[in-house]
């Protein structure tokens, strides 16, 4: 799975990496491709949160930080789901429209803070004017948050860091707002 924070940011800047220009027409129709299996969606049988999470600020070379991503904040809606077990907590957050769009979180509870880290992924990112100017990436996430006192709401900072091939950074600061249902 991949980080909330890093996968909208990276679809949001792969996106528009090539927006501007036309794309090729095929010189025969492509036959159509099977469809892909849905990913495994990990079970959550947790309390139900509503969750608002913004890109507050992106850091990074600026080949790789441009397009949506540089207009900020960014706002996206999740359900999140809440798992707790002794001071070890699971945080499971799903796209609205696509509850198989999920990301895992795990941390550990100490009073009503918590910490802990992403899932961590790796991938490629675009840093540059073209699909081909692609960079892999190695990701490390980590959440910090904590519960109100009623345990009704929840806030926490996320910072996702990509090791870019090159040597650089790029670094996501996203805030989460959440809401018991």
Known sequence: ?????????????????????????????????????????????????????????????????????????????????????????????????DPSDSYEYNATVAGPEFSGTGTPDSGYVVCGESVSDQLSYRGADSLVGRFSADRNTLTADEELMLQLSSGDVVTYHTEWRATKR
Do not use: H, Y
């Open 1 to 97: 799975m991949r980080t909330l924070t890093g996968i909208t940011a990276i679809l949001l800047v792969q996106l528009f990496a090539g927006c501007d220009k036309t794309s090729p027409a095929a010189p025969t129709p492509m036959p159509p491709a099977a469809p892909a299996p849905a990913p495994a969606v990990p079970a959550a049988s947790g309390e139900k949160w509503s969750l608002t999470t913004t890109i507050t600020s992106v850091t990074g070379p600026a080949a790789c930080v441009r397009g949506p991503v540089s207009k900020l904040p960014i706002v996206s809606n999740w359900l999140l789901t809440v798992e707790r077990s002794g001071d070890s907590l699971r945080l499971l957050a799903s796209g609205v429209s």
